[in-house]
């Protein structure tokens, strides 16, 4: 291998067993995610915040870019194609500031809601900051896309097949992804504490001046039971901050986060309403076609004498 200054020490490759658990956990994470966005597209019983949208759609990209040395069938090659592997070391290093970022901005959206509820217009009705919102994140992480992916094709030396997925083995670019994601998840702890303060104001419905419906308590809860387990993603950028060391019990642990977002915001009412009404539609097809088929071949049977 090319002699890289400053670079990764890696720890032994990962064991099969901890390649298909790492996979089955991204997987999970993708599916759920993927399934829970598009009910809340499809179905009218669902309403969402604007940044919860991109909150969802940003984990499920997360998640595919980590099996996608998994879908090209080279996850136990140790040098895979190097368009591949310089593509998903360019994501690995991108996309946490994606998750980071529209975390950061679902808790802020979640915060003005629960801090001035009926006080003030809701923030959707300023088009300008939903927009900034939902572009800020998806513009930052195609920016580090594109540099990391600059990088690795100038210089394909750096990218190796870590045993779960490609990544650079130059610390510069685990360094600015590390900064990137110390900074926007470290701005996450004042909006939980003043989040936290706001919910506890409101989440007596006793008190009749609360300003919040039922509905609103329970998806803020959510959304900040989640923030604060993103508290993680700070150690993990810290490890990779300040160490020269990558090994797989780090990944293992993140690789937990979006299954725990599926649990999170996917056990809700209005959800399994949807999924229940449709299975029920389903099932009402499925049976009408039967019933038009079976008429038909039994007029195509000789009557028995």
């Given at each position: 291998?090319?002699?890289?200054?400053?670079?990764?020490?890696?720890?032994?490759?990962?064991?099969?067993?901890?390649?298909?658990?790492?996979?089955?956990?991204?997987?999970?994470?993708?599916?759920?995610?993927?399934?829970?966005?598009?009910?809340?597209?499809?179905?009218?019983?669902?309403?969402?915040?604007?940044?919860?949208?991109?909150?969802?759609?940003?984990?499920?990209?997360?998640?595919?870019?980590?099996?996608?040395?998994?879908?090209?069938?080279?996850?136990?090659?140790?040098?895979?194609?190097?368009?591949?592997?310089?593509?998903?070391?360019?994501?690995?290093?991108?996309?946490?500031?994606l998750t980071?970022?529209?975390?950061?901005?679902?808790?802020?959206?979640?915060?003005?809601?629960?801090?001035?509820?009926?006080?003030?217009?809701?923030?959707?009705?300023?088009?300008?900051?939903?927009?900034?919102?939902?572009?800020?994140?998806?513009?930052?992480?195609?920016?580090?896309?594109?540099?990391?992916?600059?990088?690795?094709?100038?210089?394909?030396?750096?990218?190796?097949?870590?045993?779960?997925?490609?990544?650079?083995?130059?610390?510069?670019?685990?360094?600015?992804?590390?900064?990137?994601?110390?900074?926007?998840?470290?701005?996450?702890?004042?909006?939980?504490?003043?989040?936290?303060?706001?919910?506890?104001?409101?989440?007596?419905?006793?008190?009749?001046?609360?300003?919040?419906?039922?509905?609103?308590?329970?998806?803020?809860?959510?959304?900040?039971?989640?923030?604060f387990l993103?508290?993680?993603?700070?150690?993990?950028?810290?490890?990779?901050?300040?160490?020269?060391?990558?090994?797989?019990?780090?990944?293992?642990?993140?690789?937990?986060?979006?299954?725990?977002?599926?649990?999170?915001?996917?056990?809700?009412?209005?959800?399994?309403?949807?999924?229940?009404?449709?299975?029920?539609?389903?099932?009402?097809?499925?049976?009408?076609?039967?019933?038009?088929?079976?008429?038909?071949?039994?007029?195509m049977n000789?009557?028995?004498?």
């Amino acid at each position: 291998m090319f002699p890289v200054p400053d670079s990764i020490e890696f720890k032994s490759s990962a064991s099969g067993t901890i390649i298909k658990v790492f996979i089955g956990l991204q997987l999970s994470g993708a599916i759920g995610m993927a399934v829970i966005l598009f009910t809340a597209i499809i179905s009218q019983k669902v309403k969402r915040l604007a940044t919860w949208y991109m909150f969802c759609a940003s984990w499920t990209i997360s998640c595919l870019s980590y099996t996608l040395l998994f879908f090209a069938g080279q996850i136990h090659l140790p040098e895979p194609e190097k368009s591949i592997c310089v593509i998903q070391a360019a994501l690995m290093y991108s996309v946490p500031t994606l998750t980071a970022s529209s975390t950061l901005t679902l808790l802020v959206h979640s915060w003005y809601n629960v801090h001035f509820g009926l006080s003030r217009p809701p923030l959707e009705s300023n088009r300008r900051v939903i927009a900034t919102m939902l572009l800020a994140p998806v513009l930052l992480w195609i920016l580090l896309l594109i540099g990391f992916i600059s990088l690795g094709i100038k210089n394909p030396s750096l990218v190796h097949n870590f045993g779960l997925y490609c990544t650079f083995m130059q610390l510069l670019p685990a360094k600015i992804s590390s900064l990137f994601v110390i900074i926007t998840t470290f701005s996450t702890i004042p909006v939980q504490v003043s989040l936290g303060i706001s919910l506890c104001r409101n989440i007596d419905r006793r008190n009749t001046s609360s300003t919040m419906s039922t509905q609103t308590v329970k998806m803020v809860v959510r959304v900040f039971t989640f923030s604060f387990l993103i508290l993680i993603g700070f150690v993990e950028g810290l490890i990779h901050l300040v160490t020269p060391y990558r090994n797989t019990v780090v990944d293992m642990i993140m690789a937990f986060l979006p299954v725990s977002g599926v649990l999170i915001f996917g056990i809700q009412k209005d959800l399994f309403q949807s999924w229940f009404a449709w299975t029920r539609i389903s099932c009402y097809l499925l049976r009408s076609k039967m019933e038009e088929v079976a008429p038909a071949s039994t007029s195509m049977n000789p009557s028995q004498k």
